[in-house]
């Protein structure tokens, strides 16, 4: 069978290619070497993740938030088989979702190892051995990404884990060690801190979350210290013994200086992930790479013909909402249509408590280019709704343009970030003022005033401080 699409993967990237490629009229297929649909995303990262996010937050604010709301209750007992159980329910439950919309939108799958077989040609190696061959006019590798190991350390997923393993742990570790303070370390790092553990992070850099506006990144450690977190910034990990006590974890200052050890029951190695495409074929089928990942062009094209590339193995942020929007783009471009994606506009959201947001430039990256901007913030405990809610911590910062006020980027520490922030995304694609912000009309008691008084604060003038 011919089609005119063969999709490799079925993340969000992928998926979305094959569906929107489908609603277009072309003849689709994907290939998927797990058993379920939705890639690491749905299966082991983002919607897991979440599930467990939530969960725990419930548990410490039954512990621990209540009382002052005039909710009286005893001491939550943790039944964590339950929670594993709510977790796998919920992935179950999308997984299941993505199988539907394929069948719905009438795209054919194909289950085991894709690669990629010569020009227009797609092989489906099957757990059993036996290898299917697809004929395809086009190509889009999806394959995403897996988590990058720490040089010199070997992962068993039951002392020394990645985010897979730490998503799987069977009863809660007296201490964990987190290797990383980027948005996958603290997350689950949260998780396992609200349910009891001692969490200490070992960063190599002399910061949290690497990439994120400075102010930001230094409110939210200052929360995270407060929450019990332990950070050693500025330090690397040079050494991890495992026995069956737990490890022995050797750090050293990354400028160089004396070592010490530190003991735990686990370490969650998570500095980063490095895109996956082992086995695709892509250099005998003459496919360009850059540092491991597909060099494409704006059209998402790879150096070869009839391949296109997205997602997690090209150039940008390893975001599943990136993915699918350069998913829709490129099947649109396949089908002869405009496809685009406007990566200045794409938010970043840590699920810690409180949540933060951020989406276009920083004020580091608007020094480092020269541009003269203006800033306008303001923070939630002057915020009416966020003091009923007991929801006080962190601030909306919004950075415009001196001359043109266009909005160039906005940062939120506060609870619901991940939604507040997408009002901001509006606004910049359709390449908005703050003045225009400020004179939209929001609804009174809510979060999102803040935004408002934010866009406000950039001539200041923001009423409520």
Known sequence: MSYDLVVIGSGPGGYVCAIRAAQLGLKTAIVEKRSSFGGTCLNIGCIPSKALLHASEMFEE???????????????????KAMMKHKSETVDANVQGVAFLLKKNKVDTFIGTGAIAGAGKVSVTKADGKIETI??????????????????????????VTSTGALELTEVPQKLLVVGAGVIGLELGSVWRRLGAEVTVVEYL??????????????????????????ELGMKVTKIDTD????????????????????????????????YTDGLGL????????????????????????????????????????????????????????GHVNYDVIPGVVYTVPEIASLGKTEEDLKAAGIVYTVGKFPFTANGRARAMRA??????????AATDRVLGCHIVGKGAGDLIHEVAVLMEFG?????????????????????????GVEKRSIHI
């Not at 200052?253 to 010490?260: E, R, S, V």
């Not at 006080?392 to 343009?401: P, R």
């Not at 400020?438 to 609804?443: F, I, L, M, S, V």
Request: aromatic residues 4%; negative net charge.
């Open 135 to 160: 004929d395809t006019k086009n190509i889009v590798i999806a394959t995403g990404s897996e988590s990058a190991p720490l040089p010199g350390v070997t992962i068993d997923e039951k002392t020394v």
């Open 244 to 275: 069956d006590l737990g490890a022995e974890v050797t750090i050293e200052p990354a400028k160089g200086g004396d070592a010490k050890k530190l003991e735990t029951d686990i370490v969650l190695v998570a500095i980063g992930r490095r895109p």
């Open 283 to 338: 250099e005998a089928a003459g496919v360009q790479m850059e540092r491991g990942r597909v060099i494409i062009d704006d059209h998402f094209r790879s150096s070869t013909a009839g391949i296109y590339a997205i997602g997690d193995v090209v150039r940008g942020p390893m975001l599943a909402h990136k993915a699918e929007d350069e998913g829709v783009a490129v099947a649109e471009i396949i089908a002869g249509k405009a």
């Open 432 to 456: 908005g003022s703050s003045e225009d912000l400020a004179r939209t009309c929001h609804a009174h008691p809510t979060m999102s005033e803040a935004v408002k008084e934010a866009a406000l």
């Open 62 to 80: 039954a512990g621990h938030g209540m009382a002052t709301l005039g909710v009286k209750i005893g001491k939550p007992t943790l039944d964590l």
């Open 392 to 401: 006080t911590e962190g601030f909306v910062k919004i950075l415009a343009d």
């Open 206 to 231: 002399d910061r949290i979350l690497p990439g994120m506006d400075d102010e930001v990144a230094k409110q939210a450690q200052r929360m995270f210290a407060k929450q019990g977190f332990k950070f």
